[in-house]
């Protein structure tokens, strides 16, 4: 549990790091120089950039944010103890439903997630031995950007 807690910890991290410099960058005086100005967000888009070919390279099945959404939200689920259903899942993903259910089937068909059927009618996901690591392994991959 304690390991669970440093990876949740070193992903609050790394978000509040991002949003740091954004709001950094937001906060400047305007009296910059515009040289400076535009090296903040070179520097900000860069960063960005970073994590989404990192992000991608670990995960090259998912190609949009709607499918990383739901294997984010699996991953801090199982760390946190939560079941997250299907519908859940679809929602927290940002997609319309039918989308979303098909990103759900693409992830489940990749070897990332499995469904488990529970009584009336309810369906949970969670992220496979597979995907956890493959989460796992692109969250601690942030700390060393």
């Not at 959404?69 to 997609?95: E, P, Q, W, Y």
Request: glycine share 4%.
């Amino acid at each position: 549990m304690a390991r669970d807690t440093k990876v949740a910890r070193q992903i609050n991290d790394a978000i509040d790091l991002l949003t740091d410099r954004w709001f950094d960058i937001l906060r400047q005086d305007v009296d910059q120089p515009a040289e400076r100005q535009n090296r903040s967000l070179i520097d900000l888009a860069r960063g960005y950039q970073q994590i989404w070919q990192t992000r991608h390279a670990a995960f090259a099945a998912i190609e949009n944010e709607y499918a990383w959404n739901i294997i984010l939200d699996l991953f801090l689920a199982a760390h946190d103890g939560r079941s997250v259903s299907m519908t859940k899942a679809c929602a927290v993903s940002g997609a319309p439903v039918t989308s979303a259910l098909r990103y759900v089937r693409a992830l489940e068909a990749g070897g990332m997630i499995s469904r488990l059927d529970r009584e009336n009618r309810r369906v949970d996901l969670s992220l496979t031995e597979q995907g956890d690591r493959a989460a796992e392994a692109f969250l601690r991959s942030l700390s060393t950007l």
